[in-house]
């Protein structure tokens, strides 16, 4: 079953919605760093809300970095409890994938949400990609993947993408906060270094559709004219 990417940086299989990276409580944290910026939780909640009203799917599978401390704290304990209460009864099952900034885990465990390092589907292995494991086609998150687009007025701004090939996709962050990691320049996770990127596709979801910016190796062929 060939996955389906969604305008609402997810990812659809069957009857599961995959979404990665939505680092809940990173405002608090900027916060108790004396860095003040407007919380995007509600914003979060009332997107994927929509989304799973839509799909309807019986599985919500949080691919890794559902939270954001590395030092757990109370407020974010909070917010996680009130994410749950707010999707739960939009689906059968929630499952949350661990990625590097899920310490703590057992706050998730303790809101009645299961917790596992992989998850196989469909002969894909969702983990969150921060670091190696075996398989031979994986779905991850952890990169934040994006590239560098003029707006209407010339200047330069970040889009999330997803990357699509045979062996390896990589999900947008669902944190509006993520401006993202521009995979022209930079990569972050070693799954795209094991795996041949320049030959995956490279999709931007904008509002209600998805742009289709062809590969890797063609999007570098035309930066390089411009």
């Given at each position: 079953m060939r996955p389906q990417p969604l305008p609402n940086?997810?990812?659809k299989i069957g009857n599961n919605i995959i979404i990665a990276d939505l680092h809940l409580g990173y405002e608090e944290s900027l916060a108790r760093e004396g860095a003040y910026l407007p919380k995007a939780f509600h914003e979060m909640i009332s997107s994927l809300k929509t989304m799973?009203?839509?799909e309807?799917?019986?599985?919500l599978i949080i691919n890794g970095d559902l939270?954001?401390?590395f030092i757990p704290f109370r407020r974010e304990k909070l917010e996680l409890k009130a994410f749950f209460e707010e999707i739960s009864p939009l689906v059968n099952e929630i499952v949350v994938v661990k990625g590097n900034h899920d310490v703590g885990i057992v706050w998730i465990k303790e809101l009645g949400v299961e917790a596992v390092n992989e998850l196989e589907i469909s002969g894909w292995k969702i983990v969150h990609g921060h670091?190696?494991?075996e398989g031979n086609k994986f779905i991850i998150g952890h990169e934040h993947p994006a590239i560098r687009l003029r707006d209407e007025v010339g200047a330069l701004i970040k889009a999330p993408i997803f990357l699509l090939s045979d062996e390896l996709i990589v999900l947008p962050a669902f944190t509006p906060w993520a401006y993202g990691n521009d995979i022209l320049r930079e990569i972050v996770s070693p799954f795209l270094l094991k795996f041949n990127i320049e030959d995956a596709e490279v999709v931007v979801p904008i509002e209600d559709e998805l742009l289709n910016f062809s590969t890797m190796k063609q999007l570098r062929e035309v930066l390089r004219k411009i």
């Open positions: 940086k997810a990812l799973l009203q839509k309807k799917p019986k599985r939270k954001h401390s670091k190696i494991v």
